[in-house]
């Protein structure tokens, strides 16, 4: 017999009634704030075509590597889940991958995904009882129908979840068509890209040869010369920023940096367009391309953010039969007092450059990441990220980062993630842990309510929007172009 789907009003606030009770104040001055999402992986398609999304397993299952990576975990083959093959979607039927989803949906228990999907279900779909074997059938054909209204569109989502700013991310060899359909299209929804140029700066990347082929094709520029893939980059960025850009991204495997002359980084460049890639010169390039791009946002204002230390794609198998993001991404240390020295040398203490760091690797936020952030007026901090996307990992964060750089040295939330339906649970999670965090602050006279107040909203709105620039005036969406 299915389990009652409650979600409790308090959840996730501290068992200590009264420091629940001032969590509860706080939470309820930001429940309602409209979310900021500046850095996520959403389809742009979604929102310029505004179709409406297939089905259950296509929408919640196939694309979620947090949820197949689990089920993975537990002898579940990804063909079974519909999860796409490099040759293709594999011929499995949707309600036989969403069934045997809701089989081993308990394995979820204790994880944010079972936090996230159960919002999902309870407030975007309104399911009263737990997903499980017996009412999969009810699960699939519920929401399937109710994809099939207007009220499920992307575009009606997207408004009814009150997302102020959604940011996507695509590589510098994307035309951005989706985004400039999006602009003409007339709807008012604030959708806009960040410049990830990840393929067409890691020589280790496979697919770096096709990327570096588009790169050419659409900036026009002979980027197997250094002075071409400079300014390849220049004229890219500058397309990002006129589609909405105010940001870019850098996925690397570290996050080191490098300040060589123009003579040694042209003939490095040089020799890995020749195709002498070793370990070695791929990584110093990596480094010195973050110094690069950091003096490109000198020039043309675009925040850097910075996402080291995933050893991505780490089942080989996998990457061959699946491909990329399949869920075998691994955190490995990081070290950033080192490695960001070169870059910060050069240039930490210009106040028109702001950087923004993340880490997988937790040992790093008291020791280094709060440290660096306290001092540079370029650094500040991004949210716990990924893996640390939870409740315990978001309060490790708040109590390690705060003593040295305080609360304004970091950036707010954001979800960085593919599942669209899950923006506002991710978002409704990150303001009710720091609601408790600021409430136990509260308890222990370490800060009086009206601070929290003013503190909370910051967090949840103000600091994202400032750090990512999104505080200042846009541009309104172009008109609909007319039917010919």
């Known amino acids: 017999m299915a389990r009652p789907l409650i979600l409790h009003d308090d959840r996730l606030f501290p068992a200590d009634p009264t420091v629940r009770g001032i969590a509860r104040e706080l939470y309820a001055t930001v429940a309602a704030l409209p979310i900021i999402s500046p850095h996520g992986h959403t389809d742009p398609a979604w929102f310029a075509t505004n179709e409406p999304f297939r089905d259950a397993t296509d929408l919640l299952l196939a694309p979620d590597h947090y949820v197949f990576r689990m089920l993975y975990s ?12 490099k040759s293709g979607v594999p011929a499995t039927d ?7 989803f809701a089989k081993n949906f308990h394995l979820f228990r204790g994880t944010p995904s079972w936090i996230w999907l159960n919002h999902v279900f309870s407030k975007v779909f309104g399911f009263t009882e737990f997903l499980g074997e017996d009412n999969a059938d009810a699960y699939f054909d519920g929401i399937n129908e109710a994809l099939a209204t207007d009220a499920f569109r992307p575009r009606a989502l997207f408004d009814r979840f009150n997302i102020e700013t959604l940011a996507t991310t695509e590589g510098p060899h994307d035309p951005l068509k989706h985004h400039k359909a999006i602009r003409e299209s ?26 570096f082929e588009r790169f050419a094709e659409v900036s026009g520029q002979d980027v197997y010369s250094w002075k071409g893939y400079l300014e390849a980059h220049r004229l890219r960025r500058a397309a990002f920023i006129e589609a909405g ?18 003579a040694e980084t042209e003939s490095l460049f040089q020799s890995l367009v020749k195709g002498d890639v070793t370990p070695e010169k791929a990584e110093l390039f990596r480094a010195q391309m973050l110094t690069e791009m950091a003096k490109m946002s000198l020039e043309d204002g675009l925040v850097m953010q910075i996402h080291p230390g995933s050893h991505r794609n780490h089942n080989v198998g996998l990457l061959e039969s699946h491909g990329r993001d399949k869920g075998a991404d691994i955190p490995v240390g990081t070290e950033y007092v080192q490695a960001l020295k070169p870059l910060l040398t050069r240039l930490g203490n210009d106040k028109r450059l702001s950087i923004i760091l993340f880490t997988l690797d937790e040992t790093t ?37 705060t003593e040295t750089a305080g609360f304004y040295n970091t950036v707010g939330f954001n979800d960085d993630t593919r599942a ?3 923006i506002p649970a991710r978002h409704d999670v990150a303001r009710r842990v720091d609601s408790a965090f600021l409430g136990r602050m509260v308890s222990e006279h370490r800060m009086d309510l009206v601070e929290a107040q003013e503190l ?4 949840t709105y103000n600091l ?19 039917a010919e």
Not at 191 to 210: C, K, L, N, S
Not at 371 to 391: E, I, M, N, Q, R
Not at 466 to 475: C, F, S
């Open 74 to 85: 537990q002898g579940v083959a990804l063909d079974d889940l519909k999860v796409p093959r």
């Open 94 to 100: 949707p309600r036989a991958a969403w069934k045997l």
């Open 186 to 211: 007339g709807w008012g929804g604030h959708v806009i890209t960040a410049y990830r140029p990840d393929a067409v700066i890691d020589f280790e990347d496979e697919r770096g040869p096709r990327a």
């Open 245 to 262: 850009a105010t940001s870019s991204d850098h996925g690397h495997p570290t996050a080191a940096t490098a300040d060589l002359s123009d």
């Open 365 to 401: 936020y008291s020791r280094e990441l709060a440290p660096l952030a306290g001092h540079y007026p370029t650094l500040k901090l991004g949210p716990s990220w990924w893996f640390h996307d939870s409740p315990e990992g978001m309060m490790r964060f708040r109590e390690q980062v």
């Open 420 to 422: 669209f339906l899950s």
């Open 456 to 459: 909370i909203v910051d967090l």
């Open 464 to 482: 994202p929007k400032k750090a990512y620039k999104l505080d200042q005036p846009r541009p309104l969406p172009a008109p609909a172009l007319a």
